[in-house]
């Protein structure tokens, strides 16, 4: 008899499914950022965006500390974000312990809004870094389990 794994009546995968959701709609917090940091302060990359600035002498800017900030954080998020969503599909077939797998899943989460904290308001390292680790550190937990569990 087969057991499904990946159905919301697993604790496991719900869990999953709630957390990596939540960790992309953060992602995509950063884009609606990215963008309001660009209206905000005229701050455009395509010639073809000038005709949605207040300033009608804007011209292109691809350098903008702030908009440059937020993009350097988004990236991050894609970095980190996409290997924990691939990572943990496979964990969870793994069949994990659920309270372990609900703390893989809590850490990564809040340790992404933390790093989001750090970088946007600037705040002292080692903040940020230590945010960005434990997300690293935790997905890369997961990903041992993966290896030591599945075999070719």
């Known amino acids: 008899m087969s057991i499904l794994y990946y159905t919301l009546n697993n604790s496991v995968f719900s869990n ?3 957390y990596s959701t939540a960790s992309v709609v953060k992602m995509m917090g950063l ?3 990215t963008t309001l940091k660009r209206m905000s302060k005229d701050v455009f990359a395509n010639p073809e965006d000038l005709s949605l600035a207040k300033n009608k002498s804007a011209v292109v800017v691809l350098n903008d500390p702030d908009v440059e900030r937020v993009r350097r954080n988004h990236l991050n998020d894609i970095e980190n ?3 924990f969503v691939l990572v943990g599909l496979i964990y969870v077939g793994t069949n ?3 309270d372990t797998a609900l703390w893989h899943f809590r ?3 809040i340790s992404r809004v ?3 904290l750090t970088y946007q308001f600037a705040l002292p390292q080692p903040s940020r870094f230590i ?3 434990a997300g690293y550190l935790t997905t890369l937990s997961m990903a041992t389990r993966v ?3 599945v075999r070719p």
């Open 16 to 18: 999953f499914a709630f």
């Open 131 to 133: 945010a960005c680790l």
């Open 96 to 98: 994990p312990d659920r």
């Open 81 to 83: 974000i996409v290997p």
């Open 107 to 109: 850490i990564f989460f």
């Open 114 to 116: 933390l790093h989001t």
């Open 147 to 149: 290896l030591l569990t």
């Open 31 to 33: 884009s609606a950022l």
